[in-house]
């Protein structure tokens, strides 16, 4: 259920839409979507008015952010642990869907993390992210305490 400032917002939006969608058919705006241009609707300071008209789609190059593990005593374990070879990889899955609960006030969406074994491509573990999580330091506490459990276990069924 939207709130009032949700739906002022979304009316907002339709509005504009609605207006951007009637100037490219009265006004006849040519836009070659497959070669790459878009329809754009904006506000033009010199004009005082709204603009619509053809440009070139602009996709923004994707910023990863690069993690640092500062937990001193967990970066001491690790560089004595010998590699296994083994390659643990690390996806965060937002999931199309929403949760309803009742710790909070709005349906959250769900983000999932997974494991998975880059060898094998065997999913290891998964875990939904709570809107409190970070996934940063989700993926480095779980992950390496699943990576010493996942050795171990490695570990222990060679000995068998």
């Known amino acids: 259920m939207l709130d009032e400032e949700e739906v002022l917002k979304e009316t907002e939006v339709f509005k ?3 207006m ?3 100037d490219f058919i009265e006004k006849d705006i040519k836009v070659d979507f497959e070669a790459g241009e878009t329809l754009v609707h904006r506000y033009g ?3 005082n ?3 619509t008209h053809a440009a070139p789609l602009v996709i923004p190059e994707r910023k990863y952010l690069i993690p640092v593990l500062k937990d001193e005593l967990l970066l001491s374990r690790i560089a004595k642990q010998k590699n296994t070879g083994t390659d643990i990889e690390m996806d965060i899955a937002y999931v199309n869907s929403t949760i309803r609960d009742k710790r909070y006030e709005r349906p959250i969406a769900i ?3 997974i494991l998975a074994d880059s060898r094998t491509e065997m999913v290891i573990d998964q875990y939904l992210l709570t809107p409190e999580d970070d996934e940063v330091q989700y993926g480095f506490r779980y992950g390496n305490q699943l990576y010493f459990k996942y050795r171990k276990a490695q570990k222990d069924f060679c000995k068998r």
């Open 49 to 51: 008015t709204w603009i």
């Open 16 to 18: 504009h839409l609605f």
């Open 45 to 47: 300071k010199q004009q």
């Open 111 to 113: 983000r999932s993390c």
């Open 20 to 22: 951007a969608l009637q």
